[in-house]
């Protein structure tokens, strides 16, 4: 067998992965300054979101450098998305050894990067372990549960997390709570978003709610869509609302024939920089982004999340989030209380701080330490 070239290959594949990769890749340099022995590492893009709106700008606003490798494996169905990556990274896999995989978020470049790796016997970390909407109908909840259950080391960012996988059977010696590496970047960010004057304008109207959709369960169906774009129109009567559309949202609305409200503004997907930005500023946010509920609960932003469920129950017991589903009255009550000045202050949850990327590489460099005669 060969002895591995490189530590970690850390894997990105959409855009929430990015915000997550940033924040070990930065901590990872910081204790490289003062380490003995450097922990090596590759970074892959699989190019699950392969345009310049979806990725190519994230590397420049987060300060990445650029991957190693991009996979290039574009859109296609589940199946067809997941098999891409599989095959793909399993070749990078082969021609660049690693002694740890580490893996992040939800998406199919998660499941299928471990799933590889696994199966040419390389050990798996997955950061963000262990969250749980329990609605097995959304692909990334399988996505989560499979990576989970095929990782040597899980990284978790809250109680609630810990819970669900010692509840799965995951030997509580793999499970670290670090918190929340998205945050890192968040606070890490933070004043160079306010820098940005790109919305100026547009703020300078006064107060506005900001606007993300793309689940397929909410886009995916004309009469959900239909439903929430009704809504959201009314709610932008009283309210101006900023809308950077997806473009599975796009090609949708297009398809539908559903035309938004005037006081909807649409734009492209926007950069970190730019929704970092807006989300700080804003009265309120309509989402059904994950990350987007987490970000939202950092900053102190009221945050109304458009699904019936969240794998992120801790926004809601702890932070701003209110669950309000596709329902038009439950949204409608729930803006009101905003509008109101009732909508829940909330505070950050233990360990976002900033240091997850931290306490996650000592965790790495330990185990790094404790598997050094180990080869692949």
Request: proline share 6%; glycine share 6%; hydrophobic share 40%.
């Amino acid at each position: 067998m060969k002895s591995a070239s490189t530590h970690l290959t850390l894997v990105a594949g959409a855009r929430p992965n990015f915000m997550k990769v940033a924040a070990l890749v930065h901590a990872l340099h910081e204790h490289n300054r003062g380490a003995n022995t450097p922990i090596t590492f590759r970074l892959v893009h699989t190019g699950q979101h392969y345009d310049r709106s979806m990725s190519g700008s994230f590397f420049e606003d987060l300060g990445l450098p650029a991957p190693d490798a991009n996979l290039g494996v574009g859109s296609g169905t589940h199946a067809q998305q997941t098999a891409a990556v599989l095959v793909a990274f399993e070749q990078d896999l082969l021609a660049h050894p690693a002694r740890l995989v580490v893996v992040v978020g939800d998406v199919n470049s998660t499941l299928a990067c471990a799933l590889a790796a696994k199966k040419l016997c390389v050990p798996v970390a997955h950061v963000e372990a262990g969250l749980r909407s329990f609605d097995r109908s959304m692909p990334e909840e399988v996505n989560r549960i499979v990576t989970d259950q095929l990782s040597d080391l899980l990284f978790t960012p809250d109680e609630g997390a810990d819970e669900n996988l010692r509840r799965e059977g995951v030997p509580p010696a793999r499970i670290h709570r670090t918190g929340n590496v998205m945050i890192d970047t968040l606070l890490r960010q933070r004043e160079r978003a306010r820098d940005v004057h790109r919305f100026d304008a547009f703020k300078a109207r006064g107060p506005y709610g900001l606007v993300t959709l793309h689940r397929p369960s909410n886009v995916d169906d004309e009469a959900t869509l239909r439903r929430l774009a009704q809504v959201l129109g009314e709610v932008a009567e009283e309210l101006p609302l900023l809308l950077p559309c997806h473009p599975r949202t796009k090609a949708r609305l297009q398809a539908y024939g559903i035309r938004l409200a005037e006081r909807i503004t649409v734009t492209e997907p926007l950069s970190y920089l730019d929704m970092l930005n807006l989300l700080a500023d804003a009265r309120v946010v309509f989402t059904d982004s994950g990350g987007v509920q987490e970000e939202t609960t950092a900053l102190g932003v009221p945050c109304l999340t458009l699904r019936a469920s969240t794998e992120r129950p801790v926004t809601v017991r702890l932070g701003t989030n209110v669950l309000v589903g596709t329902d038009p009255e439950r949204i409608r009550a729930a803006f009101a209380q905003v509008l109101a000045g009732r909508a829940a202050q909330g505070a950050a949850p233990p360990l976002w701080d900033g240091r997850a990327g931290e306490r996650v590489v000592r965790v790495l460099a330990d185990w790094l330490a404790d598997h050094a005669e180990e080869t692949v």
